[in-house]
Structures are given as C-alpha cells and as structure tokens.
C-alpha cells in the first residue's frame, strides 16, 4: 500500500481543529506571559540594549571590580 | 568566574561600507530596468526587437535586482552594522564577512548576465537557475555561520528583538529557497522542477509569498526594531509588543501563500486556508506599524526638520497600508477581481518604494555620517530626495491602482444582451495607456531622487578622514560556564518563582531561550516547517487533491521544446495559462482549468498578470499561420498590440539533437513518454515537419521546419487542447 493510500483514507481531517486549538494556546500563552505586569522592569531593560553600544567600554552597573 | 576582565575589541565597519555602497548602485540599477520595462509597456518599440531586451526576459531582471539586489544589500548593511553593537562582538570572522560580500555581488552580476539571456526557471523570484541557486545556498550558509558565529561570541547575554528578526529569517530564506528550487538539471544552465502543475504551483507561491515575508518584512522589521529608536534616540514604544508582533509574524505567515491562487486549479481547503491565516496577519502587521510609528511620541515635531525620520515616518506607514491591502486582496471575492491585474503590481510597490525603499534611504542617511566619520553633505538634498521619492510614489501607485480597477472592470463586465462588453482583450490595454504614461512619470521621479541620493552618498564619502577611527570597544565577556537558572525571573532580581504557574509567566523559559539562541532557533524552524508541511504535504499525498483526465497526455518532444522557447522568452510574465471558475473568463477565454491538466508541467506556468490574454485554451484558435505572423510581429495582425516582436525564432534554428535531454530528463521525472524516449529528435522533426507544410499550405513562407517558430507553434496549438479528446487509454 502506498503512503499516499494511507493517507487518503486516515480520515485527519479532525486534526485541523487540533492544531487550532494548540495554536491559540500558544498565542495566548505568549500574549499573558508578555504583558503580565512583572516582567516590565526586564521589558524596559531589554528595549534599550540599542543605546547600550557606546557606552560598552565603560563598567556597567552590577558588573564585578 | 569573572574576574573582571575586560575583552577589548573593534567593530568591523568597512564591511558595512561595503555593503552600503553596493545597496545603492544594484538599486539604481534595478530601478532603471524597471522604468525601462514600465516605458515598454507604454511604447513598445523600446523592446528594440532585441531578444534581450524584451520584457518578458527584463521583468524578472527588475524584481531580482530590487529585490535580492537593492533590499538584500540594504539587509546586510543594516544587518552587519547593528548585529557587531546588539551583541557587542565583532562579526565572527572577516573573511566569512568579505566572501559574504564578494559572493553575493558575483551572484547578483551572473543573474544580471543570465536572465537577458533567457536562462530561468520560469517561477517567480525564483528564476535563477540550478548553478546559480546552488552559489546562493553556499553564501546564504557563509551568511549565517558567519552570524550564528557572531552570536555565540558575544558579550551581552539578551538577543535584542531585532537579533531575532535576523535569525528568523536567516534560516526560512534557506528553507523556502532549498525547497522551491529543487530541481533536475538538463543543459549547464537549464532545469526542471522536479515538482509539477498544481504542486509546482502551491510550492513556487509557498516560497514567492514567503520570499516577501522573510526577504522583504523580517528583516526590515529587525532594522526598524534597531534604527528607529537610534534616529529618534528613545527606545521602542512597547518592547512586549515587539515580542509579540515576533511569534505572531512567524507562525502566520508561513501559511499565507495559497491567497496567491485563488480560484486556480488549487485545491479550495488550501486556498481558504491561506486567505485565513492572511487575514490574521493584519494584527500583528499593525501591532508592528503601531509600535513604529508611536516609537515617535513626544519626538514627533522633529519630523518637521529631519529628513531621517520623515524617511521612516513613510516606510512605517507604507508598511501599515500595504500590510491593510495584503490580507484585503487575500478576501476571494476581492482576489477574484484584482489578480491578474495591475492592482497587484500597486500593492507590491506600494511595500517595495514605500516600506523597503523608505526605510532603507532612512537608515543609510542615519549611517553615513557614521561610517563615513564626517557631516552629511547636504541635508537639503536629502529633503529633496524625500519629496522626489515621496510624490514619485504616489504618482507611480494612484495612475497603476486605476490601471488594475480599470481593466479588472473590463474583464468581467457584460453588456445588457449578457455578453462581454470588451470582448477584445487589446481593448482594455488600450484604456491602460494614460496610467502607464503616469506610473513612467511616477518612476522617473524616484530616480531622480536615488540620483541626488546617490551624488549625497559620493560628496559624503569624498569628505571621509584619510584613516578612519576605529575606536576599541570594551566589554566584559560573558562566563562560558553560565547556565540560565531554570527557575529564575526573567531579569536578575525579579522575584524567584515558586509555582509552576509563575515561573512559566515569569517568562524566564523565554530568558533561557534567548540565552540559547540554538534552541530559539530550532523554535523558530519548528513553527516554520511545521506549518509548512501540514499545509503542502496533503496535495502530494491525498490523492482526491489532484483528480487525473484521462485524455491528458505529456507534450510531444517538439511541443516540450516549444514549451522551453515560451519559458526562455518569459512569455508567462504576460500571459496566465490558468482560466478561472468565473463566468466573464470561461466567456472570453473557455472551459476553466481543471488541477489534472497539469500533471506533467514540470514547472507550471499559470503566470500571476494578465498584461496580455490568458493562453490556457489558445490550442485551435487561430491557424498556425496566425502565430507565425503574430510572432514575428505582433502589430501586423493587432495594431494596438504591446507585444515584444519575435522574429528572431523564424530565423533561428531549433536545436533538434538536445531535444532527446529535454524528453529524458522530463522521463526521469516520472512523465510517462513511452516510445518517444527512443528517437525524441525524429519525431520532432517529423511533427515540424508537418507544421511546416500547413504554414505553406495556408499562404505562409516555406522553409520554416527547422525554425524555433514550429515548436512554438506546436506548444500554443496543443495548449488546453487535451480535455477535448477523447479518452482511449487510462492514465494509471
């Protein structure tokens, strides 16, 4: 029997409903560990790595003397 | 661990200077055949009867050169300038960056050499062919081993957002080219897709699609995401945001490509499915235009006197109307009166001048003071570029948006007794014509405006320092021995999470992946060829998905050589072979194109404009004495015809030896010849043979049986003939 017959008579067509529901889980997973209220400090601190270029040879804050 | 040491070391900016200068002579380029192929349109004589200088072997010239050329350039430049500061590393090894830069040059001067010529692969962005495709897998991987090497050398432990943008797209180009650009090889520079018809259709707009998202979207959104916040000197208006415009953009868009075939041969589940996941891109497309543009606040009256900004200010918005028209024209009942017409055109350009345009000519004037280590020339001429490129744009969309209306109109429309109103095709391209006149006007003008760029560029580098300053970076390595905590907070000092609820919302797995950009970037592939797989591989696999006629029989050897003339003149960047379910296209053009009519067109030619009609049934049209003379000049027998002329085929012979590779390699990929495999060249001859004697016989010069001229005949006479005939034999 070729892949191609297994495949035609599986009956997967329930498996789109499947994968609908795993991805907005994923999404909404995302979405909430996002925008939860604790993680703006580390937010802020990542969106301004950008600025973080010129400075770069003088001692960062936290970093060990 | 850490003793305090600092690495000190330089970032590599010449190679940035590099890739700055090629961005802007391959653009300047490909603009320039693109305003010579808009003129040809308005005024066909500028095809010069030159074989390749016709359209159809320029157009695709124009879309790689801008694309690969001008955008892919622009890419690295921004690429390798922010990677080396984001991560505080000099790229991973100066000559993986110089091969990178060489490579990609060679490759871009060989398409530039190969397409006038006629070599393609007869897909979209995808023309080039095997020898070629194989030099840009080899610079693609330099490419990414030479960033991959960068990030696992670097000294700041968090991936800015634009890092992953870049990562992002790195490994889909390289999934999206390896997969669409299998194929058999046949001549030194001449191949067959080892896919065909319908598949070959799903995977080529799979990759096309999918080339604009992660050629022409991520990584200028990682660019936004880095330059942006430089220019205006305050970070992004909502980094969570910018995460979340991430995932989102990865996961859907993948899916999006179907919309290109809608109402085609296309199975109907596949091209709802890809008009859905369309419609689901405008949210994070407009999270992202959103977040761009209120990366402004409180700056916004500095866009008043900075052309920087003004530059960005445009791309961001083009960005947001192409990504609202984007999942628009994705609606089937839009599609179905925008394909095949100029609409599209407009909504290409509109993101390719506006988005990747404008944010370009943004973050190259950002840079050369930079790079250059002097003042910009001029500002004011940068102001008079952005006004140049600005109304070139709008002249250039608002004449090509009426162009698309118009002739969608005409096509479809019936006259009160229900016949078509324009039944003559030469008809509606005449009512064209002021539009095209107006988009030449419009493309002028943004060149005009990359030439004062380009004069901006040259008298800014002529000021640069004899020795450039290249100043050490110092930075503390990070410790090879540090693992992200598994149950930590996202950031040093957050609470410890003590449930697995809060340490899953404390986001610090996210943290861990960023820390591993190995895993993030095995995420990253997962979500791509995940989603790719469980859209394509049904049409391969379910057979109901490609019902096969009976009738349909592969091409004659003579036919296929024919079929190889119409791929070698790009005839399918003017003329659809796919006529679609409507009532207005079966009146006009036939029966519509049934999925099993394809199953040997290794690679399919359903075209995506109408510039001229669709050909799907132009098989017992007109004698074959109509094509010769149409051939040889078009505007003999249609006045009004834009048409290139091809009277170079009456007189150049037909290579009837190689026709014998063309059958065996069309054999090897499972195309049922049978006996024709024997003597490919002798059953040729006698089918021109024949074409030959009804040409005279008809009125027409003799001699033409060797000619290229009979096996383009034999091609455009078989054509949508076969469901027809009657079905003797059963095809297995």
Partial sequence: ?65 | MNEGRLDSFRYDDAIVRKFLVATFVWGLVGMLAGLLIGLQLAFPGLNFDVPWLSFGRLRPLHTNAVIFAFAGNAIFTGVYYSTQRLLKARMFSDLLSKIHFWGWQAIIVAAAVTLPLGFTQAKEYAELEWPIDIAITVIWVVFAVNLFGTIARRRERHLYVAIWFYIASVVTVAVLHIFNNLSLPVFPFKSYSIYAGVQDAFMQWWYGHNAVAFFLTTPFLGLMYYFMPKAIGRPVYSYRLSILHFWTIVFLYIWAGPHHLHYTALPEWASTTGMVFSIMLWMPSWGGMINGLLTLRGAWHRVAEDPILKFFVVAVTAYGMATFEGPMLSVKSVNALAHYTDWIIAHVHTGALGWNGFLTFGMIYWLLPRLFQTKLHSTRMAEVHFWLATFGMILYATSIYSAGLTQGLMWRAFDETGRLQFPDFVETTMKLMPMYWGRAIGGTLYVAGMLVFGWNILRTWQARPKVYDEPVIQAAPLPRAFHEPKNAGYAPGHAIPTSAWSRFTGLGWHRRWEGLPLLFTVMVIVAVVVASLFEILPTFLIRSNVPTIASVKPYTPLELAGRDLYIREGCFNCHSQMIRPLRHETERYGEYSKPGEFVYDHPFLWGSRRIGPDLAREGGKYPDLWHVRHMENPRALVPQSIMPGYAHMLRDPLDFPAIQNRVDAMAMLGVPYGDAVRDAPGAARAQAKEIGRRIVEQGGQAGLEDREIVAMVAYLQRLGTDIRKPAKVAVR
Avoid at chain 1, 5 to 23: C, R
Avoid at chain 1, 44 to 49: I, T, V
């Fill in chain 1, 1 to 65: 029997m070729k892949l191609s017959e297994i495949m035609s008579h599986a009956g997967l067509s329930g498996y789109a409903e499947v994968a609908l529901v795993l991805f907005l889980l994923a999404f909404v997973a995302v979405a909430i560990a996002t925008f939860r209220p604790g993680a703006s400090r580390a937010m802020d601190e990542a969106s301004r790595l950008p600025f973080d270029d010129e400075s770069a040879n003088l001692p960062r804050p936290g970093d060990p003397r």
